[in-house]
Structures are given as structure tokens and as C-alpha cells.
T-cell receptor
């Protein structure tokens, strides 16, 4: 299973765009890249998933370069409610996912 | 997306007793369910993978006799913490996957276990 590396923490302010980059150098051909959000004392919530190029939904965008060795989650115009831990995972869905440390995002007023 | 529920949402028990946690996929059939444990300020740690109708596969270091997992149907998996001790106090989260309709795992809300 591909290991991922993310920044431990990030700080931002309301209304700014936040980009969280994840490295996954050993990603396999069949692996998808999935991002989850977790609030304290809650289960993770699916944000976005992609295989290559760019994916966008109503919540976020996911940018994946051609070599797929990294990915960037982009959150447009964050608010205080986006303060959470964000996990980047790679794996062949829907098989088991190994969570890394995640990125603790703090959004300030 | 699909909905996964857990029951109870929190439980307090005495040391030495057993506690059962239920995980249900409410609107799809999950061929595979996963159980995670999360300690404060830490990431989720995968404990085991259960497939409907077969024995669970435990991750290294997880005692299968202590954490009993049953996946008797496509919508229900249970985790029983036997002879619980204070060090078993944690946040237990299940997820469901394996549906052909979805290529992601859906997580339950978690169960907070406190062992006194």
C-alpha cells in the first residue's frame, strides 16, 4: 500500500484558498487518491477522489500531475467550519485504507 | 453517498466487562466492513477487515480473541471488546465498502468507549 506524506498542520484565514499537498511516490497503477475530512469525535467524511488530472466537485478540487506521485487538495474560500483534519489516502478502492497522520487545518477569523 | 450508522454512539463500562458495538450500512449492501480505532489527537488505525460470511482479517498487533468481529449479513458487522480494560478506551469507527455502486468507503459516526 502506498504511503502518503502530508504537512502536519496548516493555518489559514476565512475566505482564503487552501491547498494541501500530499506525496505518494509509490502509488500503484490501480490506486485511486482519496481525501477525507474529519472533525473531532466524528467519523471521516469523503471529500473527493481522483485517479489523474483534475477533479472538481461542489466542495473541493483535486489536482493530480501526470506522474501521480503527488496530489493537491484545494479548498476555495475556507470558513471557520473547515477547521478539521484532512487525510490523503491512496489505495485500490474499496479495499482497506491506511491512514497517515493527516493535516490539521486551522482556519482563523 | 451511502449512510453507515453505529450503535451505541458512546458507552461507559466497568473493567472486565464486554462491550458490543454495531455497525450498519443503511442503504447499501457492504461486502466488506472495516474497523478502526482512534486515540486522542492521533490518526485512525485499522484494526481488522471483515467480509460477510467469513472470518475477519486482523492487522498485526490486534488481538483477535479480544476484539471479536462478526459480519453475519451484508448490512451488519459487530465488534465486541471482551474483558475491557482502561487502555481499551478509545474511539472506534467502522466503515463499509465493497458495493459495486460506490468506489469509496463510507464511515460511521464512531463510538466512544470509556472503560472505568
Amino acid at each position: 500500500l502506498a504511503k502518503t506524506t502530508q504537512p502536519i498542520s496548516m493555518d489559514s484565514y476565512e475566505g482564503q484558498e487552501v491547498n494541501i499537498t500530499c506525496s505518494h511516490n509509490n502509488i500503484a497503477t490501480n490506486d485511486y487518491i482519496t481525501w477525507y475530512q474529519q472533525f473531532p469525535s466524528q467519523g471521516p467524511r469523503f471529500i473527493i477522489q481522483g485517479y489523474k488530472t483534475k477533479v472538481k466537485n461542489e466542495v473541493a478540487s483535486l489536482f493530480i500531475p501526470a506522474d501521480r506521485k503527488s496530489s493537491t487538495l484545494s479548498l476555495p474560500r475556507v470558513s471557520l467550519s473547515d477547521t478539521a483534519v484532512y487525510y490523503c489516502l491512496v489505495g485500490e478502492n474499496p479495499n482497506k485504507l491506511i491512514f497517515g497522520a493527516g493535516t490539521r487545518l486551522a482556519v482563523h477569523p | 453517498g451511502a449512510v453507515v450508522s453505529q450503535h451505541p454512539s458512546w458507552v461507559i463500562c466497568k473493567s472486565g466487562t464486554s462491550v458490543k458495538i454495531e455497525c450498519r450500512s443503511l442503504d447499501f449492501q457492504a461486502t466488506t466492513m472495516f474497523w478502526y480505532r482512534q486515540f486522542p489527537k492521533q490518526s485512525l488505525m485499522l484494526m481488522a477487515t471483515s467480509n460477510e460470511g467469513s472470518k475477519a482479517t486482523y492487522e498485526q498487533g490486534v488481538e483477535k480473541d479480544k476484539f471479536l468481529i462478526n459480519h453475519a449479513s451484508l448490512t451488519l458487522s459487530t465488534l465486541t471488546v471482551t474483558s475491557a480494560h482502561p487502555e481499551d478506551s478509545s474511539f472506534y469507527i467502522c466503515s463499509a465498502g465493497g458495493s459495486v455502486a460506490y468506489n469509496e468507503q463510507f464511515f460511521g459516526p464512531g463510538t466512544r468507549l470509556t472503560v472505568l
